[in-house]
């Protein structure tokens, strides 16, 4: 009984050793030529993405700094071949979105007391405001959240310099 065990033990090591010997090294080898040749050609087509982006925002309204609870993230579904929008995602520069306040359409909202104000930026600005950033083989589908609230205060350094 002990000696059929060790037979069949032999037999199963020997047929192992067929299966993963230089011929399946060379199958695994063209398999993966073969899955990157295909995933270069899906690259060509037209395709979709999500991308989380972080926000910044500089140059707010003259008298007002930006609150700390104002930054945050966005979603943008974006369109475009293959290649720009991997060449795109990832770059670690195009992960932090830099919004220049004087350059954009703020809708101002009155806030809960005389030093707090905020101003509410739509995604139609910030769609127009993003399709000039990315890239012209890049277009901006969505944002989401559809609408940023961002609060803003008094300067307080402003009456103390003087």
């Known amino acids: 009984m002990n000696k059929e065990k060790e037979n069949f033990l032999d037999f199963f090591l020997m047929n192992i050793r067929k299966i993963f010997s230089r011929d399946l090294g060379i199958f695994l080898i063209f398999l993966l030529i073969a899955f990157i040749l295909w995933y270069l050609n899906s690259l060509r087509k037209e395709t979709e993405t999500t991308l989380k982006l972080q926000l910044n925002f500089i140059n707010p309204p003259s008298g007002l700094v930006i ?6 993230s966005l979603y943008l ?7 720009s929008l991997l060449k795109f995602s990832m770059s670690k520069k195009n992960r932090i979105l830099t919004i220049d306040l004087s350059s954009v359409k703020l809708n101002r909202k009155s806030g809960n007391s005389s030093e707090t104000e905020f101003y509410l ?3 139609s600005v910030m769609k ?17 959240p559809d609408t940023l609230f961002l609060f803003l205060v008094k300067n307080s350094s402003e009456g103390k310099s003087e």
């Open 67 to 72: 609150a700390n609870n104002s930054t945050g």
């Open 77 to 83: 579904n974006l369109s475009g071949q293959g290649y």
């Open 121 to 123: 930026l739509t995604s």
């Open 128 to 144: 127009e405001y993003l399709n000039k950033a990315p890239s012209a083989e890049i277009k901006v589908l969505s944002v989401k």
